[in-house]
């Protein structure tokens, strides 16, 4: 968003209708604002009103310059109290704020029954309504719901969302679920549609998801030659986007997921050079040598994979700081050194409990004592 979106002069004109304001949650000062308005996925974008300092309208994930004009247009309606497309979608943007997901996922589907395919708002009311079902543990009625609406949306920059999300929700599923193989099937197949077609219009992060369930799809099918085959579709995609990148911000957008397909193929140097390129270019950001020590790891380079975990360490923060020391730890483990990879765990945990209230996590700690547990045996 920020290295293709938020760059694009068409938002220009946006200037003047909002405040603008961007917060990194994880940095310890910033505490105060997740306490009143708690991030639970990122990105999320907040409408706020500024007469009540509530948040009126949210977005999760990304978006292409056009459906955020849309977002950010229904956003300006709820915060001056207006409408955006009817009553039972302003109550559904009002739950969905709330983080209501269940109530906002029930609204939204009422609010679907009453919008032309052509509304303004009918893409992004059934992107919020799939995130609503999936995030409250409704599967099988996400993926149906992707599965009907996917026509009117496959030709719009919806379309990966739509099937990749839906796919998602069937492949959570209960494995006895009558309903869950056709369901699979039809929106893999659509799933694949999105990455045999034209991708104009769509946001290449989407795509890149779309090609992430495909191989998760074909992984729990057991068809190892059809994983293999999305994955090398995967990366190609990757590096032929990364390769038309204007920017060195625009091309480290893709460092994230070039990472994760090159370890899933086997092929973790084919990453190399791309992470080198931006730890070059972004020397303070921890996230370049980070996955550096993920490659290097998966190439069973330790000493060079510590040396990464190093650098990364003496720059991450916050909750995220977790994420590198969860890779040391796994990186020691591998290289066979138990005692520092128990004592990796206990920096870890020591660091987690010293969080601020709002950037702790229960699950996280507890997940820890449970490995340093598991180390003692």
Not at 97 to 112: I, P
Not at 202 to 226: H, N
Not at 244 to 267: I, M
Not at 331 to 336: E, I, N, R, S, V
């Amino acid at each position: 968003m920020r290295a293709f979106v938020f760059t694009d002069k068409a938002l220009e004109r946006q200037a003047g209708r909002f405040v603008w304001l961007s917060v990194n949650t994880e940095k310890r000062e910033n505490a105060p604002v997740l306490a009143k308005f708690p991030v639970k996925v990122w990105p999320s974008f907040f409408v706020i009103d500024p007469a009540t300092e509530k948040i009126v309208f949210r977005w999760v994930g990304g978006a292409t310059t056009p459906q955020m004009v849309k977002i950010l247009d229904d956003g300006a309606k709820s915060a001056g109290g207006g409408k955006a497309s009817g009553a039972f979608l302003a109550d559904a943007d009002r739950l969905f704020a709330e983080g209501k997901n269940a109530e906002a996922a029930a609204a939204y589907r009422e609010a679907l029954k009453t919008l032309r395919k052509d509304s303004p708002s009918y893409a992004r009311t059934v992107e919020s309504l799939l995130f609503a079902l999936s995030s409250s543990g409704q599967p099988e009625v996400c993926a149906a719901t992707a599965r009907d609406v996917f026509a009117n949306l496959a030709n719009s920059p919806s379309a990966a969302n739509v099937a990749g999300s839906g796919l998602d929700c069937a492949l959570a599923m209960k494995d006895g679920d009558p309903k869950k193989a056709a369901l699979v099937t039809a929106l893999a197949a659509d799933a694949r549609s999105v990455i045999e077609g034209s991708k104009t219009g769509l946001a290449a992060d989407d795509v890149s998801g779309v090609y992430q369930t495909l191989a998760e799809e074909r992984g729990a099918a057991k068809d190892e030659a059809g994983r293999k085959n999305v994955l090398e579709g995967w990366v190609a995609y990757l590096e032929g986007e990364a390769a038309r990148a204007k920017t060195p911000a625009e091309r480290t957008v893709f460092d994230a997921h070039l990472t994760t397909v090159c370890v899933a193929l086997g092929q973790p140097e084919r990453g190399v050079p791309a992470l080198l390129a931006s730890e070059k270019d972004f020397p303070d950001d921890y996230n370049p040598p980070q996955r550096l020590a993920i490659l290097y790891g998966a190439m069973k380079k330790y000493d060079e994979a510590l040396a990464a975990s190093d650098r990364a360490m003496a720059l991450a923060y916050g909750p995220r700081k977790l994420v590198v020391y969860r890779t040391r730890a796994d990186l020691f483990k591998k290289k066979g050194d138990f005692e520092a990879a128990r004592k990796t765990l206990q920096e870890m945990l020591a660091f987690a409990e010293a969080l601020p209230a709002e950037q702790r996590s229960d699950r996280t700690i507890a997940s820890i004592r449970k490995q340093l547990e598991e180390a003692k045996n």
